[in-house]
């Protein structure tokens, strides 16, 4: 899969560049740096900015999430 296009995220100082992914152009979770592995349950992911489990990492961002998405961008990462 190509990736053309990025959203850019912001909380502070912090950036992060989460891919456009599919047909309806979503963003997921898992595409952040902050999205963990759960060392007590290797099956499921957390976010280390919340401490929330990520139930559907590989399908949306969670309503929890403190980052401020903005501007796309059109340059790959």
Known sequence: ?????Y???T???????FPVLGAKNSIVCRSCRM???DPRDRTREYCQMTEQPLPFADLA???RC???FGEEDHNVR
Request: charged share 25%; aromatic share 8%; with cysteine.
């Open 1 to 5: 899969m190509t990736i053309d296009k």
């Open 61 to 63: 961002i969670d309503g």
């Open 66 to 68: 403190p980052l401020d």
């Open 35 to 37: 999205c963990q592995t």
């Open 7 to 9: 959203i850019k995220a």
């Open 11 to 17: 909380l502070g100082p912090l950036e992060f560049y």
